[in-house]
Structure formats: structure tokens, C-alpha cells
Nanobody, 116 residues
Framework: HLSESGGGLVQAGGSLRLSCEASGRADRPYRMAWFRQVPGKERTFLASIRAGGFTEYQDSVRGRFTMSRDRGKNTVYLQMNSLKPDDTGVYYC????????????WGQGTQVTVPS
């Protein structure tokens, strides 16, 4: 089970921090990631973190977004700075038990809105 929080409305140039707590069968994933979805489009990969701490980012968010984790709390975070209207969407947390392939667990999503 993955539970996201921290979404909301923020003005362009502002910051938000999303949280995703993993529990149950999803509490020891090998990889965790954040995706974003806007109406009518597929979910887009934003960032991921592996068990060893290695992170990857989509080009459009690299340098503005930072993904981190607190193992003791089974929680990952997405610190989002310099937000733009194009960052608007529903943000989903995902977890995978393996190093490759798709993601096994998904959260319910949290809305982020950056008005233009």
C-alpha cells in the first residue's frame, strides 16, 4: 500500500514537497518512483530512487525536483522547487520489487496545481 500526501495549489516559482509512505506488501521495495498524469495523457515518469540511493530524473524536472527517502519511516519524498504551470497534474507514487521492469504498486495520487 502506498499513500501520497502533500499536493496542493502553489503559485509559479513556488515549492511543494510530496510524501509517499509505503506499507504492507509494498514496504520494502527495490525501486520507488514518482509519475505525473494530466487529463487525456499517459502517466509520465519524473524521478526514481533505488535501494542503493541512486536517483534518476526526467530532463524536464532535473535540477528542480529532488527525490529522497527516509528508510526508517518507509517514506519517499519529492521536493519540487521552481514550479511551473506545466507541472500541474496528478502525482503518483510507485514501487517495484525488482530492479527492472514495471512497477508493482501504485498510490492513489495527489493533485498539484500551478496556475498560469
Amino acid at each position: 500500500h502506498l499513500s501520497e500526501s502533500g499536493g496542493g495549489l502553489v503559485q509559479a516559482g513556488g515549492s511543494l514537497r510530496l510524501s509517499c509512505e509505503a506499507s504492507g506488501r509494498a514496504d520494502r521495495p527495490y525501486r520507488m518512483a514518482w509519475f505525473r498524469q494530466v487529463p487525456g495523457k499517459e502517466r509520465t515518469f519524473l524521478a526514481s530512487i533505488r535501494a542503493g540511493g541512486f536517483t534518476e530524473y526526467q530532463d524536464s524536472v532535473r535540477g528542480r525536483f529532488t527525490m529522497s527517502r527516509d528508510r526508517g519511516k518507509n517514506t519517499v519524498y519529492l521536493q519540487m522547487n521552481s514550479l511551473k504551470p506545466d507541472d500541474t497534474g496528478v502525482y503518483y507514487c510507485a514501487a517495484a520489487e525488482s530492479a527492472i521492469g514495471g512497477y508493482d504498486y501504485w498510490g492513489q495520487g495527489t493533485q498539484v496545481t500551478v496556475p498560469s
